[in-house]
């Protein structure tokens, strides 16, 4: 299994970032896929899921914000995320399977600053 994040970036607050997480090695499609979150000094938070039904599931602090989104031809999963705040800094991963999956990617950073 390998999975690759891409997208993260530096933007300001109110901005948005559209993260990419590549997999390989695995049904993609037949797998659920999820986002998480470790912002500096806390520890891993769940962000969202993706089923492979397409059903989701997203946490209450970036519902109505985030989005996610998977292309079972790619093999990619998305965040697409909006009205960014400064609390939204970490570094995110994906990981294969549901909420609490193990991450195996190596992140991408993203920065919310003025």
């Known amino acids: 299994v390998q999975l690759v994040e891409s997208g993260g970036d530096l933007v300001q607050p109110g901005g948005s970032l559209r993260l990419s997480c590549a997999a390989s090695?695995?049904?993609?499609?037949?797998?659920?896929m999820t986002w998480a979150r470790q912002a500096p000094g806390k520890g891993l938070e769940w962000v969202s899921t993706?089923?492979?039904?397409?059903?989701?599931r997203i946490a209450n602090s970036v519902k109505g914000r985030f989005t996610i989104s998977r292309d079972n031809v790619k093999n990619t999963v998305y965040l697409q995320m909006n009205s960014l705040k400064p609390e939204d800094t970490a570094v995110y991963y994906c990981a294969v399977g549901g909420p609490g999956a193990p991450t195996g990617g190596q992140g991408t950073q993203v920065t919310v600053s003025s």
């Open positions: 090695g695995f049904t993609f499609s037949s797998f659920a």
């Open positions: 993706i089923y492979s039904d397409s059903s989701t």
